[in-house]
Every structure is written in structure tokens, then in C-alpha cells.
């Protein structure tokens, strides 16, 4: 004999299962990026960091932490406290970056050299562990240090641009370094994308300018929303097959322009919502009958206007003949 089960187990059996289900699809639904770096930067000088979260980010406690001889530091967190010198990027856009936990670092000193880590946590318990094998290393030059052999400059930090345009993304580099090419790609980790190889291949749509032996700047040409994302220019260095030093990375925001053909599809699509297909009919017969009336009433007043010159002739005095009908 089975035993009838209670409506209540049953609700408290599914809130297990479904809150079970959204702790285990937490963890998987996003995932930060940053860049690999190193990046050079000198003193007094301002950094950029970059750091994006892919997949729900909204009111996670995000912060920022500098891992530097074994020691840890907190360098910004986006819920509370004060951090002189660090600003967040969003502060300085004219529209907001969803997702971006991007900092500035100002006047930058020695001190600043090290790795740094964007990691999400609960404010209960703390868990940087978990990207502490990720990061973006920075090399700071001091004033008394000689000339680095290589300067990779990015001076664009957002580019917004619509649908169809053409943008053309900067890249300086200055010095020889290593032997090893220069590469463009979109997005940072193992999921980055190749864009284009200055000694290989490169993806559709994208040239090269080469205004000059220093000028590794790319043209992206005809741009959709797929091509929204942060671009790095980086350095390799062939003899090792390593990346050796990165530009601080460019963000591109691509905004959908709406065609002529779309906005007439868009129309009928309303149209179709509030006039539903029998009445549009009905509505139709009703026009078709009101233009009938129309054209009979004119044809009416213009046979009037045909006879009424003969009957004035009929009220002016004359002979009587020529009143007979």
C-alpha cells in the first residue's frame, strides 16, 4: 500500500532540489577577465587595470588585491571602504560599463609593482585563493632606471561605435625587444580570440595601418555587436613562444543602428498587434465604402452645377420660348 505523500514535503523536497540547483549553477554562470600582462608602466604615471565579469555580476562584492613577495593587499573594494589614489573606470564614462570592475591607479610609485588579482566574494567568506594562480603582473620604472627595451602603448580605453562603422583601434610600440611578432587579440585568458598576426594569419575584416615602423594600429571594418570586447595588443617573444608584454587593452562598445527595412517590419508588427486580421477587414470594407459616397456625392453636385446655368436663364426676363423644356 503506498503511503499518500504531504504537499508540504513535496514544496520542501523542490525548494531543496531548485536551491541546490542554483548554488551548483552559481559557481558556473560567470567568470572574470583580466590580462595576462606584464605591463609596463612608469612612475607617476596612471595605471589601468582592467577586469570584466562574464555572466551575472549584479551586487557581488567585488575587490581588487596586489600579491606582491608573498604578501597580500586590498588596493579597492567595490562595496566599502576608502582608497586614496584608486578610482573605479566607471567614474570617468559618460555611460555605464555593466559588468566592468576596471580601476585607475594614480601616481604610480615602485611600491605599486607586483600581481594583481580581481576576485568576487560573499563578504562572509573570503575566497582569493581561488584566482591567485590568475592576475595581471606590472612592472614599474623607476626614474633612475634604464630605458626599458620595449614601450607598448594603447592610449584608447573606450571606443563606442555603431553597427556598419568602421574603428580603428591604436597601438604604439616603441623599442625592439625579443625577436617575436606583434599580436592583436579580443577578450584575455584561454578563451581570448585570435584578431590579427603581423606575421600570420589574421581575422576577416581587419587591417592593418603601419603609418609608420612603430604603428601597429588595425582597422576593424564593418562592425557588429559580436565585435564588442576588450582588445590587447601584445608582444611575443619566438624564442620561448610566450607572451612578453601586453598594452593595457582597448574596450570597444558597438551599438545597434536600426535599418530602414527593420523599422517598416517593426511598424506592420504593431500595426498587426492592435488591429487583429478581421477587424483590419472589416475597417478596409468601411473605407472602401466611405470613398463610394464620396465620389457619388461629388458626381450628384456636379450634375447640380450642370443644369443650375439654365435655370438662370430661366429667371432672367426674355422670351417665353426660351424657357420651354
Known sequence: MRTPTHPCSRLLVLLLVLSGASEQSDGNEWQVQ???????VAEGETLLLRCTFVGSCLDDMI??????????QE?????HGIFPGVTPMIQRTLEPLNCDYSIYIHIVTREHAGTYHCVRFDGLSEHPEKKLDEGTSVLVKGAGDSEPDLWIMQPQELVSSTTGDTVLLNCTVLGNGPPG?????RGSGLSREAIYNFEGLSHPNVTAVRASNSDFSILLHGVSTEYAGTYYCVKFQRKLNRQYLSGQG???RVKAKPSAPQETEFINERVARIFPSGLLSVLTLVVLGLKAVTLAAFLLALAVRRRNPRQEDCRTPGPAELCSF
Do not use: A
Open 250 to 252: 582597448t574596450r570597444l
Open 63 to 72: 575587490k581588487w588585491v596586489k600579491v606582491s613577495n608573498q604578501d597580500q
Open 34 to 40: 583580466q590580462p595576462e600582462g606584464p605591463m609596463l
Open 75 to 79: 588596493i579597492y573594494n567595490f562595496k
Open 181 to 185: 611578432p606583434i599580436r592583436w587579440f
